[in-house]
């Protein structure tokens, strides 16, 4: 069975750093397209950052050069470090996989349950 596990988020000052982590299970996802996305409260899903089998990235603009976004594929877990938070930053964070980009932005693949992550002004 497939299951993604979140890990790390919780409630910080703007300014801070919190590192998340997304724990991989029931398969081997080093070839597949990993990502975050989070759901800040009342409203829609959003992608965050996705990061290729060999290492590719991408990134919200809202987070560029401020949240990086890496995997271990011997884990099978990704990472995403947040620097330099801010309150719109606050959200329900998400990690998923598929086997294409276009599959993961499109809300396919397996996704994880959320660790919330609040980022107070």
């Known amino acids: 069975q497939v299951q993604l596990v979140e890990s790390g988020g919780g409630l910080v000052q703007a300014g801070a750093s919190l590192r998340l982590s997304c724990a991989a299970s029931?398969?081997?996802?080093?070839?597949?397209?990993m990502g975050w996305f989070r759901q800040p409260p009342g409203k829609e899903r959003d992608f965050v950052a996705a990061?290729?089998?060999?290492?590719?990235?991408d990134y919200a603009n809202s987070v560029k050069g401020r949240f990086t976004i890496s995997r271990d594929n011997a884990k099978n877990t990704v990472y995403l470090q947040m620097n330099s938070l801010e309150p719109e930053d606050t959200a329900v964070y998400y990690c998923?996989?598929?086997?294409?980009?276009?599959?993961?932005?499109?809300?396919?693949?397996?996704w994880g349950q959320g660790t919330q992550v609040t980022v107070s002004s």
């Open positions: 998923a996989t598929s086997t294409f980009l276009g599959a993961l932005l499109a809300g396919a693949g397996y």
């Open positions: 029931g398969r081997t996802f080093s070839s597949y397209y």
């Open positions: 990061i290729s089998s060999s290492g590719g990235t």
